[in-house]
């Protein structure tokens, strides 16, 4: 029997480490490695029964069907090779490579999507999205507040005081990341969970705080507006050299924070003042203290806003930069591909189109005259 080290490529945040072992060309088990600090040798069970569930199942698609008349009819793969090299052929003979439209899902996280981009760019080219339906939002404002979107390490949390699961429920969608968190919690580092939804993690957490949806940053408002009126010199809640050194706009912030009264803020995220208060405290004292973003902020068309508001309110504490501290979102690292095998400078036709308005580009193209 032969075993090998492999990742889970699915679009999920733990990026397991798998075991996978072979015997006579066929793969027989997949296992978490134990080696692994955050896998700790168990994936969840979608992937420990993937082999019957999806590789060898019997409904799998392994072979080209083409449609003839309504029917689908097998094909060999030379077949339909060949019948995709000639449509592909005559659309950009006729029309420019322009003219096909390469929209990519995420379905599983390979570096095989990066094999694509390189095929179309050597097509010459082709149309193609940017942004995304989901976590755009999020990450254009991070990348607004901070340069770039970057997660701490779930391991990382294990330095933090207090830790706000802000909108996410890892119990049931990130076990990983939840047994890092559990293991923090045992220790008596309290967990938050703001969510709109009473979830799985939200009732295994200390603190429950169950916000309007959509209204995050009123909340976040809040607290910093609280944070910053309790500071002293003793509590040291706000991180004066940080906000000197390392932020910009903070008067523009507190004339923004200024404009409303904590009554109209507790109002509008549906949070009572006093929870508001005893979780600013908790939080400033925290030093440090961890935010754990989740993917229901973004779907808003202020969604922006939930971020930036909680960005700012980890930066006023000092909570950036710090092991044990930040704001994390998603771990979507795209460190360690090589994106110059993508071969972008030779798509010198392509087009981009903005995801979330994708059906309006096609439909309505920008006219040429
Ligand atoms: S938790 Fe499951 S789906 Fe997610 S990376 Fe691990 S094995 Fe894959």
Same mark, same amino acid.
């Given at each position: ?15 397991c ?5 072979a015997?006579?060309?066929?793969v027989t ?23 019957e ?14 449609k ?10 030379d ?9 592909i ?45 989901c ?10 507040d901070?340069?770039a ?9 294990l ?5 706000i ?6 119990a ?34 200390d603190? /429950? ?12 408002m ?5 944070i ?6 003793q509590?040291? /809640? ?18 923004i924070l ?13 949070v ?27 779907? /808003? ?23 044990g501290?930040?704001v ?28 979330p ?13």
């Open positions: 029997m032969k075993t090998v080290i492999t990742t889970c490529t699915r679009d999920c945040p733990g990026a480490s798998i075991v996978a072992s015997e006579n060309g066929k088990k997949l296992q978490g490695n134990p080696q692994h600090d955050i896998t700790a040798g168990f994936l969840c069970k979608n992937t420990s029964h993937y082999l569930n999806y590789f060898y199942n019997d409904k799998r698609i392994l072979h080209p069907l083409l003839v008349d309504g029917n689908w009819e097998r094909i060999s793969w077949e339909a090779l060949d019948i995709a090299a000639f449509k052929s005559q659309v950009i003979n006729q029309y420019g490579s322009s003219s096909i439209l390469y929209y990519q899902g995420f379905g599983a996280r390979t570096a095989l999507q990066v094999m694509n981009r390189r095929f179309f760019n050597l097509l010459g080219g082709v149309t193609t999205t940017y942004g995304t339906v976590g755009g939002i999020g990450h254009t404002a991070m990348e607004a901070f340069g979107k970057l997660s701490h390490d779930p391991l990382d949390h330095h933090s005081n207090h830790i699961v802000w909108g996410r429920n890892p049931v969608t990130d076990i990983h990341l939840w047994r890092i968190l559990r293991k923090v919690q045992r220790k008596g580092t309290p967990i938050t969970v703001i969510d709109p939804v009473k979830t799985k993690t939200a009732r295994l957490a603190i /429950y705080i169950q916000p309007k949806a959509g209204y995050d940053y009123y909340l976040a809040a607290l910093a507006k609280i910053l009126k309790l500071d002293n010199p509590n040291n /809640y706000v991180d004066h050299d940080f906000i000197e050194n390392s932020t910009l706009y903070f008067d523009s912030y507190q004339q200024d404009k409303y009264s904590l009554d109209i803020l507790s109002h509008k995220c549906g009572e003042v006093d929870v508001i208060r005893k979780l600013a405290v908790s939080y400033a004292e925290g030093d440090p203290s961890s935010i754990i973003m989740g993917w229901g902020l973004h779907r /808003y068309q202020q969604g922006h806003l939930n971020f930036r508001m909680v960005d700012a309110l980890a930066a006023i504490t000092g909570n950036i930069g710090v092991s501290g930040g994390s979102q998603g771990f979507e690292e795209y460190a360690y591909f090589d994106f110059s095998v993508e071969l972008e400078e030779l798509g010198e036709n392509q087009r981009k189109i903005p995801m308005t994708i059906g309006d580009a096609l439909l309505y193209p920008p006219t040429t005259d």
